[in-house]
Structure formats: structure tokens, C-alpha cells
């Protein structure tokens, strides 16, 4: 498990949350497309999670604008199969981004864009990075519990 996920079940944990990280599942009913979300996060006794996280290892926009159209796509299909109304996606930083959120047009659902700093010259920083995303996440899944 990575820094990042074990930061979001640390903060899960305080708000009475579960997280469960790589879990396979299937799109369809016939289950013949498998998926795989990065993070879900569920209610403590919860059997159905209240959010998902998938996070990229590559630059949100840039000159591939159809790799991001693709990454919301994903987490769209997400929301569907679990029936959630936040996602959220974690991109690493690049200078001064900015988190955003789209609300999916005539859906109560939002994707969350989040960026994470790793290039913190400390693992103190790093680690302070994700907890300040894992907060975020924590919150963001309170509201859709």
C-alpha cells in the first residue's frame, strides 16, 4: 500500500470510515469488464462504499487533454457502478494547479481534480501532503455517506 493510501485510511479511520484500496469488480452484469478503483472508501460498517479515488501518475491537461477526457470517463463509470455522487481523481503537482470539481450535468455527481505534491525534499513533507489530501478525501466522503 502506498504512502498516499495509508495517509486516507489513517484519516478514514478518525471519521469513522474504511478504505479499501485495489479492489476488483466488474462493470457489467455478465462480468466481463473488470475494473479496478485505486480507493474506495466505505462507512466503517458500511457494505457499499460512498466514494471512490483513482489516482494518475502523469500531468493532468497538458498536451494530452484526451488522457484527462479519458480519466473523468473512468471515474464517471465509477460513480455508475457504485452508485456514488463523488469521485475524486489525484494527479501529482506541477507548479501552482489548482484543485478543481465538475458537476456531471443533469446528476447530482462531482469529480473531484486533486493534485499531490511529490516533490517534497523531506518524507515530513510528503507525508504532510497526504494527510492534507487525505483530509480532503475524508471530508468528501462524509458527504456522500
Known amino acids: 500500500m502506498s504512502s498516499t493510501s495509508r495517509a486516507i485510511e489513517d484519516a478514514a479511520a478518525r471519521y469513522g470510515l474504511r478504505v ?3 479492489r476488483h469488480d466488474y462493470l457489467d452484469e455478465g462480468r466481463t469488464v473488470g475494473i479496478r478503483p ?11 462504499p460512498v466514494l471512490v479515488l483513482d489516482a494518475k501518475y502523469r500531468r493532468a491537461g497538458g498536451p494530452d487533454e484526451e488522457g484527462l477526457n479519458r480519466d473523468l470517463y473512468q471515474v ?10 463523488h469521485g475524486v481523481l489525484v494527479y501529482p503537482r506541477f507548479g501552482d494547479e489548482a484543485a478543481s470539481r465538475l458537476r456531471l450535468r ?5 469529480l473531484h481534480i486533486a493534485t499531490l505534491d511529490l516533490a517534497s525534499p523531506t518524507a515530513a513533507g510528503l507525508e504532510g501532503a497526504c494527510a492534507a489530501l487525505a483530509e480532503q ?5 462524509l458527504d456522500g455517506a
Open 20 to 22: 479499501v484500496a485495489q
Open 38 to 48: 485505486d480507493v474506495l472508501v466505505y462507512a466503517q460498517n458500511g457494505a457499499s
Open 76 to 85: 464517471s463509470a465509477y460513480l455508475d457502478r457504485y452508485g456514488l455522487r
Open 106 to 110: 443533469g446528476t447530482p455527481k462531482w
Open 137 to 141: 478525501v475524508a471530508g468528501l466522503a
